[in-house]
């Protein structure tokens, strides 16, 4: 009988390398691709799903693409087995993701998962001790098959009843990626753009940003971990926040995200990016979004400058002067 696995597939090399040994046991594999706001393989408005996608098409197999949602988002706010460097909750993450696909399992028609996690390639979610953890806490113990190190671990499962060869499996470990590369060549897989994937939240000049949403939104909201990627970010209230484009691309993307109730502005009487003012807006607060956004035009120091103020359907005018010096503007500043 042929089996059948579902495989977490990022679309960089590692996962794309599992997928492959999978695919030359004869074993039917499907994909399953989770979004999120923080991957950093590849552009700001395209996501990590494009890559895996492509990988997808490339071996003719089939793909689900999931947003991690705002439960995700509960998780990184507070994660049960803490965080990395920065912001990552790496252990929690795999966790949650796992989950999904056990949920997504019977749905599929799945025997087993596998995943691209090699034994102490990152030193917080691949270590012996956490693989354990996370095949235990998601509810897949026997049935997580990690064909880059599958010899480190006892038999899984689908190994112990002949679905998979374990012969066939690897015994990568450590952070080196030359096993992987070699093996990549070994079977052909060629384009990989991210062999070590990346995510924001491990960057520690990142976290300020993604801390502020968390002190001062009521709720949370996908869309605002996105816009983080983009834009210069000020806090300007306690739930008042404004975003200016730093170049027509971030600006389009600006525009197509505002929602309800928020304000959009510009300078009318020379070239002007874009700025969004989120959350609470009043009069006054629109002052200092507008007396902000001055400060990346060619306005001169001092000069009332007429602006564009654009909330829903409503369009107004008004007046400011241009008076807000580099210190006041930094004092602002989300870094």
């Not at 890559?51 to 705002?70: H, L, Q, S």
């Not at 049960?80 to 909750?89: D, F, L, Q």
């Not at 015994?171 to 096993?179: D, L, N, Q, Y």
Request: proline fraction near 4%; aromatic fraction near 6%; glycine fraction near 8%.
């Amino acid at each position: 009988m042929k089996r059948k696995a579902l495989a977490l597939l990022s679309g960089g090399l590692d996962s794309t390398l599992a997928v492959k040994v999978m695919l030359e046991q004869g074993i039917e594999v499907e994909a399953l691709n989770f979004t999120s706001p923080f991957c950093t393989c590849t552009a700001k408005n395209a996501g990590c799903k494009s890559e895996a996608v492509r990988v997808a098409a490339e071996f003719n197999i089939p793909i689900k693409v999931m947003n991690k949602g705002v439960d995700y988002l509960e998780v990184v706010r507070r994660p049960r087995h803490g965080y990395g460097k920065g912001m990552n909750p790496c252990v929690d993450c795999r966790i949650f993701l796992l989950r999904k696909a056990r949920d997504y399992m019977a749905e599929s028609g799945a025997d087993f998962v596998i995943t691209g996690e090699v034994l102490g390639q990152r030193p917080m979610s691949q270590r012996r001790d956490t693989l354990r953890i996370i095949e235990r806490e998601s509810g897949l113990e026997g049935l997580l098959v990690r064909p880059l190190s599958a010899r480190h671990f006892e038999p899984t499962r689908p190994e112990r009843e002949g679905w998979v060869d374990r012969e066939r499996l690897l015994a990568i470990h450590g952070r080196s990626r030359k096993p992987q590369m070699q093996l990549a060549e070994e079977l052909d897989v060629k384009n990989y753009p991210c062999p070590a994937g990346g995510c924001l939240l491990t960057e520690t000049s990142f976290v300020p940003k993604v801390q502020d949403i968390f002190d001062h939104s009521d709720g949370l909201n996908v869309r605002d971990f996105r816009l983080l990627k983009i834009g210069r970010h000020f806090r300007i209230g306690p739930r008042t926040k404004v975003i200016i484009g730093r170049d027509e691309a971030d600006n389009n993307l600006l525009e197509h995200s505002v929602q309800k109730g928020e304000a959009r502005l510009r300078w009318l009487d020379g070239g002007s990016p874009l700025g969004v003012v989120m959350g609470a807006v009043d009069d006054d607060l629109l002052g200092v979004a507008a007396r902000i956004l001055l400060r990346y035009t060619r306005a001169e120091v001092g000069q009332e400058c007429r602006m564009k103020v654009i909330r829903d359907d409503l369009e107004e005018m008004s007046t400011v002067c241009n008076e807000y010096d580099e210190t006041r503007i930094e004092a602002l500043r989300i870094n």
